[in-house]
């Protein structure tokens, strides 16, 4: 469990000593950033099934709350394209007020995760998951931009995938040539434009240069304004969603996709943010900033909001070093919007469009989706799985489908690396120096054993996985022993499952008459048993910390006399029943 503080980085950062040069950075990067997030917070808005304002206010809402409490010295938050998805679903089944709902119970669930201090945890959903998801997410928000980024005539895109490309295909025809050229011309300058300069972001200066084409010449190419109207240039006031209670078990699975995002994003944010600065996040503080912030935004009108991994690198390249630059980039924003909004109807809808394919691409990340295919085959079903599901059904569904498989496969890999068998002894004894015999209690291969008495050794992780196979290979022996000696030294972890098949292994032993003697137990093995009663069952005269003195017990029992030195044996197990199993 972590023990890092609960404290935001900016208290940190302020006792620390905030300078006027560490301001200046922050202030330069804070602007950048601001530029950089708006027409990005637009466009995601607009994708997501809302009004373009809407994508402001979260960025200026959650943007700021995000970098006040964030754990991370350096993370930018606001809407980001991992949302488009679930929001659009939302939006399209319960409306807005459903999507608000849904927003502040994930809210809600990132401050539990918080506190409970599970922000190490949710950085184990498997890497095969985060893949697939994230390629399946980054195919729908380029499919869904073929519409505005060809000018079709299609009044309403439905909302499924395969919906799309049926309706993209019926309409292919009707593509409008201004907006088609804008489209690509956007997608050029996007990719292009780095080469120039860094600076300047890519997709500003696709805005006022495309946006510019069309107003100077005229052309037929829908814009914000002819879609959606007025974009509104202040904030609104607080408003409470209106609760329809029958809706409200239905949005519990949405919120928890929403939580899960968020968290899972926010925190890979943070941890490539440290890797290019050097600093350490607080995970914990992380999720509670982004569950405050996932509560304010829709309250304010906005939507779900998490750490973007794109804005947080270009404010560090940029020269930010602390929270207040993620605070300039949020007043930025709320300046451009109060005293520039209303220019944002200007912008075509084939520039956001192509500025999403963009997005879209980056977020892909194709290499890292082609390179899995040379992972284990049940990994790149997790990642097929994944990806399909996201793609095809529902990205809830996705997720949720994805860890299971993921958790179902690493059982399987683990029960496959808990070796199980008993191992048997053959007449061989050979004179060595009585020292040397006491050197290692734990090494078999120090003692001999006894004719009645089997010892049966489990190696590796001993839970569900692998009690089944340890049940087997027990019911193999043929001539019950007087005493049967179980050694599990390698065995380090334990669950109830285990306990139970360990249980009826001493009711197996009971009823045959024999002894159970257990050797070589760990420290959380030893506690479960404790706690479950078993070690009162066994008996402490029955426990052994190595398999010496388990063995003099077992003579002890069957009235064998103790060797008055302990003699090698050749020992051999048997492979053909126990696969797997290593003796040393």
Do not use: C
Request: glycine share 10%; net charge neutral.
């Amino acid at each position: 469990m972590s023990h890092e503080k609960i404290k935001p980085k900016l208290i940190t950062v302020i006792k620390e000593g905030y300078t006027s040069q560490l301001f200046f950075k922050d202030l330069t990067a804070g602007i950048i950033v601001g530029i950089v997030a708006l027409p990005l917070a637009i466009a995601f808005a607009i994708a997501s099934g809302v009004k373009p304002e809407q994508g402001l206010y979260t960025a200026i809402v959650a943007g700021f709350l995000i970098s006040l409490l964030s754990g991370s010295r350096v993370q930018i938050g606001g809407p980001t394209g991992a949302f488009i998805v679930i929001i659009y679903g939302i939006v399209q089944k319960f409306g807005y007020d459903g999507l608000v709902i849904a927003t502040i119970m994930a809210g809600v669930l990132l401050i539990i995760m918080g506190f409970a201090k599970l922000g190490a945890v949710i950085k184990y959903i498997p890497y095969p998951v985060t893949v697939g998801f994230t390629a399946g997410i980054a195919l729908i928000i380029a499919v869904g931009q073929v519409r505005d980024l060809l000018g079709l005539h299609v009044e309403k895109v439905p909302a499924e995938f395969i919906e799309k490309i049926v309706a993209y295909s019926e309409h292919i025809g009707s593509i409008a040539p201004a907006a088609a050229g804008i489209g690509i011309a956007t997608i050029a300058i996007v990719f292009l434009w780095p080469r120039v300069t860094q600076r300047v972001p890519g997709s500003l200066v696709a805005i006022l240069v495309t946006t510019g084409m069309v107003q100077l010449l005229d052309l037929p190419v829908e814009t914000i304004g002819s879609r959606f109207g007025t974009v509104s240039g202040a904030l609104p006031a607080l408003r409470l969603p209106h609760v329809e209670w029958r809706n409200l078990s239905a949005l519990v699975s949405p919120a928890i996709t929403i939580a899960l995002l968020a968290g899972i994003e926010s925190l890979l944010s943070a941890v490539v943010a440290d890797g290019m600065t050097g600093r350490k996040h607080r995970s914990n503080m992380e999720l509670i900033a982004q569950g405050v912030a996932n509560i304010a935004s829709p309250l304010f009108g906005g939507i779900p909001a998490t750490g973007a991994i794109a804005r947080t690198a270009t404010n560090i390249k940029n020269g930010g070093r602390t929270p207040v630059a993620g605070i300039v980039h949020a007043v930025v924003l709320l300046l451009i919007m109060l005293f520039f909004g209303k220019w944002a109807a200007l912008i075509p809808m084939a520039t956001l469009a192509g500025i999403l394919v963009v997005v879209a691409y980056n977020m892909s990340e194709v290499h890292h989706f082609v390179k899995l295919f040379k992972s284990p085959k049940m990994d790149i079903a997790v990642l097929l799985v994944t990806f399909f599901l996201t793609v095809l059904v529902d990205l809830t569904v996705a997720i949720q489908a994805g860890v299971v498989l993921a958790a179902l496969l690493f059982m399987k890999r683990m029960s496959d690396v808990t070796q199980v068998g008993y191992i048997t002894s053959m007449v061989g004894f050979e004179e060595e120096d009585e020292e040397d015999a006491k050197a290692d209690l734990n090494n078999i291969n120090k003692f001999s054993v006894p004719e009645g008495v089997e010892v049966f050794e489990v190696n590796g992780p001993f839970f569900f996985g692998a009690a089944e196979r340890f049940k087997h290979t027990l019911k193999l022996i043929v001539k019950k022993p007087k005493v049967l000696i179980l050694r599990t030294r390698t065995v380090l972890a334990m669950d109830a499952t285990a306990l139970h098949a360990l249980e009826e292994v001493y009711d197996m032993t009971k009823r045959d008459g024999s002894v159970l003697v257990l050797a070589g137990i760990h420290a959380q093995p030893m506690i479960a048993m404790d706690k479950a009663g078993f070690l009162d069952k066994v008996g402490v005269e029955n426990v052994f910390e190595n398999i010496g003195d388990a063995l003099k017990r077992a003579r002890s029992i069957i009235g064998v006399p103790q060797p008055e030195q302990q003699a090698p044996v050749d020992l051999e197990v048997d492979w053909e029943k126990a696969p797997g199993t290593r003796v040393k």
